[in-house]
């Protein structure tokens, strides 16, 4: 058993913060994402420009979209490094050697996707033929490595969009197994990352007990 297989070990307080923080910022990258995407096509058919995605204009939208994606860039480069150092809880025992592979799979795809997206998105805005800068938090521009280009954007464009519904399966497959392993299974995989479960079933049988 390698050091950071420990099948005692918890998962670190880092890592849940990381987890639920990207969670969150991915789900508004994907929603956020496919919303400006229509809007931006729907704009460029009808000429109306006024279109807004969650209340901002195009243009401060597609801008959003590039900044979170260059912070969850990072953010992926910080858990995988995080994820190399320190011990993590191992699957457990009573799951079939199947659903074991099949849930390595996942997370090997989740992460694959986590990395690749924003250098798919990188490389899209740097090819757009729009020649738009990214300026990440209206601080400082991202240089583009590559120029416009019309067979590389819809090049970029597809990748990007085939990985944002590969992703957007994958993480509806990893929830469904966390649903199934608390509800059905009732084992520990769900509550280790959510230690807000643990807390309320510790004070649901404190009550029962008493
Ligand atoms: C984890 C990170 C990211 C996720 C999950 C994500 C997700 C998405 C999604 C769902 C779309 C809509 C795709 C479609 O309907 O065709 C999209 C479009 C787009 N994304 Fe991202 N994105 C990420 C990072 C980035 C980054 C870092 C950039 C640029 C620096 C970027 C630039 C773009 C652009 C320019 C579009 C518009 C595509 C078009 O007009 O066809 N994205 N993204």
Redesign the pocket.
Known sequence: MSSRQSSTAQWPVAIILIHWVMAAA?AL??L???A???A??HAETTGDFSLTVLGLPLFDA?QL??S???V??AAVLLRLLVRAIVATPELPTHMPPLERRAARAAQIGLYA??FS??I???L??SS?TLGLP?VVFGLFE?PHPIGPDATREALF?TL??A??WA??GLAGLHTAAALKHHFIDRDNILSEMLPLLNHIKRRTDHVEKT
Request: proline letters at 3%.
């Open positions: 991915l990258m994907l956020g994402g496919f400006m995407t229509r931006a096509h597609f979209h590039k979170m994606g260059v969850l860039f996707l986590m997206m924003p798919t998105g990188w899209l805005a757009s990214t991202l464009a990007h969009w990985g944002a992703l957007t």
